[in-house]
């Protein structure tokens, strides 16, 4: 037995290499080594992809089992471990010991690396001191905060005692302190695990606007960045004022950079001019995309834009778009400053069929609109719709069970519409909500073949709950009726539920009235809404849970809507240059009729 054992040995070490231990500076240098792996031991306060994230030295992905294993190098592996003792200690943990083994493979030229972490107490804080120096006059000092993102008792972490000290200088910026300056000081007791902090704050004299400087303008006239400046000579200074006129500046999309800020001074004046560097990008692009998407397949799209046609800032687009369910082209005249600083005028011409399962339709409409910044996140509209519609290929068991339908004729009519939006990031939202109300009317005064009104409203909410995971939530409602006979409600402005941006686990528009042919008809009640669990999985690839909810009445006003049909699945997405990659499996509670138990969608772009 024990020769068969020395046997079985002997082929694994002459199969794979001896592997014994050796200390970093006894390996070869003149030989190549390759990390075979890397492990990590000992950490139980934070994870091991945060650890690993900080390792220069790379193992060999486990997907690449096909690739080259990464060169080792043991000047950077000692610098990784130092790399490692620095994440712990801006957390707080100091004299954490790092630890390694070393196993070679000499036959191989591999190494595999063995880190051993051992955690300590966290270093607490017992003191939050912040002076001013130097006091304004009585009124001019603007209010110390209450709350910092340090605070006594608490686990002391360098990035809260960094941003804690940018908050206190923030502040004084924004009273109208141009030249405040600021100082930090952390006294740790390492042996205690106690750290006390003080802040100094030598606010300076206030100060106020001087004149402005504009740098780097070709072909944009002047008066085109100076009608956005939020500010004026002589005006109490202020930091968020610059920043809100370099958004403003970059709104008009004229520049590919914009830096705005104090021209350099000798000492400290009252007075502080302002430089505004841009540089200009080209008047004129084009952008062309392809996608793909379950509900509309293929789609294609081109544009080709101005951004400065005639002057003044005004932009003219032409648009065409292509995909199963509808092709087109639009054009568009943008026209910014319009009666106000905070609004603009949209002209809108466009031509779209749309191929439906009910219905083919094909429609010219006329559109102006005028949009308003209320408030930073707060804006409304107001707009004027006049198109020709005209409805073929209908199908005959929806005609049964609407009733008159209305074929053809002119649609025209108010639009108006507000939107508040508070999150922090507008393509990959994780704190804040979004809210919108729209009103739509037609007919009546306005003349046309349709008259009717719509209102219909959203709002989405973001929930960062830990653990790196968000919780995404949002409910929608729609409400329309005719006024006068039913035929006066188009059945194109019907509401519609089910598919990749509704209620995940139907269909596109599979989800409330079916016809005797299993076709959508639609309704004029809309209630629908989602619960969703958000969280990275692995560097760009993230994972999501969710519940959807949903029904359609066919009436307005009707209780039917509370019947509310829920599904639930899960959905992985990708980020990408262009927006999240997403695909959602959705599995309904209660699958329509010949409906298949779950359903695939795929897009690129967030779902709510």
Partial sequence: MARLFTGIFAVWFGCVGFVHAMPLDALDPAREWQVEKINLLGHNLVTEDELRAELLTKERPWYQFWG??????????????????????????????????????????????????????????????????????????????????????????????????????????????????????????????????AYTITPGPPTVFGDTEIRGLDGVDRSLIERELAYHAGERFSAEKIASTRAKILALDLFSSVRIGPAPTTGKPPVVPITVDVMEKPYREIKLGVGYSTDEEFRGQAQWRHLNWLGGGRQLSVQGVYSSIADGAAVELMQPHFLTPQTKAVLTFKY????????????????????????????????????????????????????????????????????????????????????????????????????????????????????????????????????????????????????????????????????????????????????????????????????????????????????LNFSAGFGLSYKTPVGPVRLDVGFPFQKPPGDRPWQIHFSIGAFF
């Fill in 352 to 563: 779209e069929e749309q191929k439906e399962d009910t219905y083919n339709r094909d429609f010219t409409r006329f559109a102006p609109r005028v949009d308003h910044q209320f408030a930073p996140g707060v804006s409304g509209f107001i707009g004027f719709r006049a198109e020709y519609d005209n409805l073929f290929d209908i199908a005959p068991a929806t005609e049964r069970a609407l009733g008159d339908i209305r074929k053809q004729g002119w649609l025209s009519g108010p639009t108006m519409g507000l939107v508040w939006n508070t999150t922090d990031n507008p393509f990959d939202p994780k704190r804040g909500a979004v809210h919108s109300l729209t009103l739509e009317q037609a007919g009546v005064i306005w003349g046309g073949a349709y008259r009717f009104f719509k209102i219909g409203g959203e709002t989405k909410r973001y929930y960062e709950i830990g653990w790196d995971t968000v919780l995404a939530a949002r409910l929608k409602f729609g409400l329309g009726d005719a006024i006068g006979a039913k035929d006066r409600f188009p059945l194109f402005e019907r509401f519609y539920a089910g598919g990749e941006n509704s209620v995940r686990g139907y269909g596109r528009r599979r989800l409330g009235p079916l016809s005797a042919s299993d076709d959508p008809l639609g309704g004029l009640s809309l209630l629908e809404g989602s619960v969703e669990l958000r969280r990275p999985l692995w560097k760009d690839l993230g994972g999501a849970v969710f519940v959807d909810f949903g029904q359609l009445a066919l009436e307005p006003f009707d209780r039917h809507i509370f019947n």
């Fill in 68 to 197: 080259e294993r990464p060169t080792f190098d043991p000047v950077t592996f000692e610098s990784d471990l130092e790399r490692l003792r620095r994440y712990y200690e801006a957390r707080g943990y100091y004299d954490v010991a790092v630890e390694h083994d070393v196993a070679v493979d000499e036959e191989n030229a591999r190494v595999t690396l063995e880190i051993r972490i051992k955690e300590t107490q966290p270093v607490i804080i017992s003191a939050v001191d912040v002076a001013v120096i130097g006091d304004p006059a009585p009124g001019e000092r603007p209010a110390l905060p209450e709350t910092l993102p340090v605070k006594s008792g608490g686990v002391f972490r360098e990035s809260d005692y960094q941003l804690a000290e940018q908050r206190l200088r923030d502040l004084f910026l924004r009273g109208g302190f141009a030249h405040v300056e600021t100082a930090r000081k952390a006294e740790v007791d390492v042996n205690g695990r106690r750290v006390r902090i």
